[in-house]
Protein backbone atom coordinates (compact mmCIF):
# COMPACT_ATOMS: atom_id res chain seq x y z
CA UNK A 1 0.00 0.00 0.00
CA UNK A 2 1.19 2.95 -1.19
CA UNK A 3 1.59 6.15 1.88
CA UNK A 4 2.79 9.72 1.65
CA UNK A 5 3.45 11.26 4.85
CA UNK A 6 3.53 14.96 5.14
CA UNK A 7 5.92 17.00 7.71
CA UNK A 8 7.80 20.09 8.57
CA UNK A 9 4.33 22.12 8.87
CA UNK A 10 4.03 25.11 11.36
CA UNK A 11 3.56 29.04 12.22
CA UNK A 12 5.97 31.41 10.79
CA UNK A 13 6.23 35.32 10.76
CA UNK A 14 5.97 36.92 7.10
CA UNK A 15 9.04 37.00 5.53
CA UNK A 16 10.26 33.53 6.89
CA UNK A 17 11.20 29.67 5.94
CA UNK A 18 9.70 26.62 6.37
CA UNK A 19 10.95 22.90 5.13
CA UNK A 20 8.14 20.98 4.35
CA UNK A 21 9.20 16.96 3.66
CA UNK A 22 6.86 14.16 2.33
CA UNK A 23 8.32 10.64 2.65
CA UNK A 24 6.83 8.04 0.46
CA UNK A 25 6.44 4.33 1.28
CA UNK A 26 8.50 2.00 -1.13
CA UNK A 27 11.49 3.52 -3.30
CA UNK A 28 10.42 2.09 -6.48
CA UNK A 29 7.26 3.43 -5.94
CA UNK A 30 9.01 6.73 -5.44
CA UNK A 31 11.07 6.96 -8.12
CA UNK A 32 8.80 5.79 -10.77
CA UNK A 33 6.81 8.68 -9.86
CA UNK A 34 6.36 12.69 -10.70
CA UNK A 35 5.64 14.69 -7.17
CA UNK A 36 4.06 17.68 -6.55
CA UNK A 37 2.98 19.76 -3.82
CA UNK A 38 -0.61 21.07 -3.35
CA UNK A 39 -2.27 23.85 -0.85
CA UNK A 40 -5.72 23.98 0.29
CA UNK A 41 -6.49 27.54 2.48
CA UNK A 42 -9.95 27.64 3.76
CA UNK A 43 -13.02 28.40 1.88
CA UNK A 44 -10.74 27.68 -1.57
CA UNK A 45 -10.13 25.06 -3.98
CA UNK A 46 -7.04 22.89 -3.81
CA UNK A 47 -4.22 24.36 -5.83
CA UNK A 48 -1.13 23.40 -7.67
CA UNK A 49 1.93 24.95 -6.12
CA UNK A 50 5.02 22.83 -7.19
CA UNK A 51 6.00 19.80 -9.10
CA UNK A 52 8.62 17.55 -10.16
CA UNK A 53 9.37 14.77 -12.82
CA UNK A 54 11.11 11.39 -12.00
CA UNK A 55 14.61 12.39 -12.28
CA UNK A 56 14.12 15.40 -10.27
CA UNK A 57 16.17 17.42 -13.38
CA UNK A 58 12.72 19.55 -14.40
CA UNK A 59 9.82 21.57 -11.88
CA UNK A 60 7.18 23.83 -12.35
CA UNK A 61 5.69 26.03 -10.20
CA UNK A 62 2.99 27.91 -9.86
CA UNK A 63 3.42 32.13 -10.10
CA UNK A 64 2.38 32.62 -6.76
CA UNK A 65 5.68 30.55 -5.59
CA UNK A 66 8.47 31.56 -8.24
CA UNK A 67 11.73 32.60 -6.95
CA UNK A 68 10.02 31.64 -3.25
CA UNK A 69 9.70 28.27 -3.04
CA UNK A 70 12.00 25.39 -4.51
CA UNK A 71 10.97 22.10 -4.99
CA UNK A 72 12.85 19.39 -5.27
CA UNK A 73 13.40 15.36 -4.91
CA UNK A 74 15.92 12.86 -3.24
CA UNK A 75 14.82 9.58 -4.62
CA UNK A 76 16.93 7.42 -2.99
CA UNK A 77 15.40 8.55 0.32
CA UNK A 78 12.13 8.22 -1.17
CA UNK A 79 11.21 11.71 0.05
CA UNK A 80 9.93 15.14 -1.27
CA UNK A 81 10.42 18.81 -0.42
CA UNK A 82 9.21 21.83 -0.44
CA UNK A 83 11.84 24.91 0.56
CA UNK A 84 9.47 27.97 1.31
CA UNK A 85 10.81 31.12 1.73
CA UNK A 86 9.84 34.98 2.33
CA UNK A 87 6.48 33.60 3.07
CA UNK A 88 3.19 35.73 2.84
CA UNK A 89 0.29 35.33 4.80
CA UNK A 90 -1.43 34.14 1.49
CA UNK A 91 0.73 31.50 1.60
CA UNK A 92 -1.14 30.28 4.63
CA UNK A 93 -3.02 26.29 3.67
CA UNK A 94 -2.69 22.67 4.56
CA UNK A 95 -0.10 21.64 2.55
CA UNK A 96 -0.51 18.11 0.74
CA UNK A 97 1.69 15.82 -1.49
CA UNK A 98 0.79 14.27 -4.02
CA UNK A 99 2.22 11.46 -6.92
CA UNK A 100 0.88 11.10 -10.61
CA UNK A 101 2.10 9.18 -13.51
CA UNK A 102 3.24 12.16 -15.33
CA UNK A 103 3.58 15.45 -13.91
CA UNK A 104 0.80 18.08 -14.11
CA UNK A 105 -1.31 21.11 -12.34
CA UNK A 106 -4.90 19.73 -12.21
CA UNK A 107 -5.69 17.69 -9.05
CA UNK A 108 -7.14 14.74 -11.32
CA UNK A 109 -3.65 13.97 -12.24
CA UNK A 110 -3.18 12.55 -9.08
CA UNK A 111 -3.71 9.26 -7.75
CA UNK A 112 -1.71 9.04 -4.64
CA UNK A 113 -2.56 12.14 -1.73
CA UNK A 114 -0.75 12.67 1.82
CA UNK A 115 -2.95 13.62 4.70
CA UNK A 116 -1.43 17.13 4.48
CA UNK A 117 0.58 19.61 7.00
CA UNK A 118 -0.76 23.09 8.28
CA UNK A 119 1.32 26.02 7.34
CA UNK A 120 0.39 28.93 8.76
CA UNK A 121 2.09 32.79 8.50
CA UNK A 122 1.39 35.24 10.56
CA UNK A 123 2.48 37.89 12.56
Known amino acids: QVQLVESGGGSVQPGGSLRLSCAAS?????????MAWFRQAPGKEREFVAG????????QYADAVKGRFTVSRDNAKSTLYLQMNSLKPEDTAVYYC???????????????WGQGTQVTVSS
Open 98 to 112: AASWSLGVTRVNYDY
Open 26 to 34: GRTFFRTYA
Open 52 to 59: IIRSGETS
